[in-house]
């Protein structure tokens, strides 16, 4: 039985990660201000996912960018582990954060960085969605007891709905090649992944 992260205790994590990318003050003093960096963030993705259109070789594409994403946190993992200083432990770390493994994705998918980022996201978005919902397999599991309203919208309907009819279409006939890709990655990716 894999024990996967709940959503509130994805939400810190999340918040730290927003705020360090926005260059703000990375502490979050309350699962209530999370909550709304959280939602913020999905609504952000949302809106994101809407608006691209997706063919299958995108689809083709971001499964083999995000295969390569989850070679290079393995080897970010490899590397910290191996390292002898703190600083070394801290290069090797930030080499499986997004912002250096969606370039690497890029370069797999034979895309340019923004156009392999939006892909990318829309793509996430339905896979995490799916996955919430206990549709595919993969680590996330949510307390909808918990969760904002915002979030109880997203997982009380097929994200494919809410994507243009090509770009579902193309998620939907690749779909159990992306739930494996996706295992793999959000395996190593999700809170105590």
Known sequence: MT???TIRALLPTLALALAACSGGDARIDDTETAGALATAQLTRETAAAERIV?????VDAF???LRREAE?????RRLAMAATTPAERGRATQMGFEQATIPEGARAAEMAVER????RETITTVLQTLDLQGRIAGPMEIDTTLASPEMRRRLARDPLSTLPAASAEAIR???????Q???EYAGLTAVNG
Request: glycine residues 4%.
């Open 3 to 5: 024990h996967a992260p």
């Open 54 to 58: 997706l063919s299958a070789a995108d």
């Open 63 to 65: 499964a083999r960018g």
């Open 72 to 76: 290079a946190v393995r080897e970010s």
């Open 116 to 119: 392999y980022a939006a892909v």
């Open 173 to 179: 006939a690749r779909l159990r090649a992306l739930e």
């Open 181 to 183: 890709v996706w295992q």
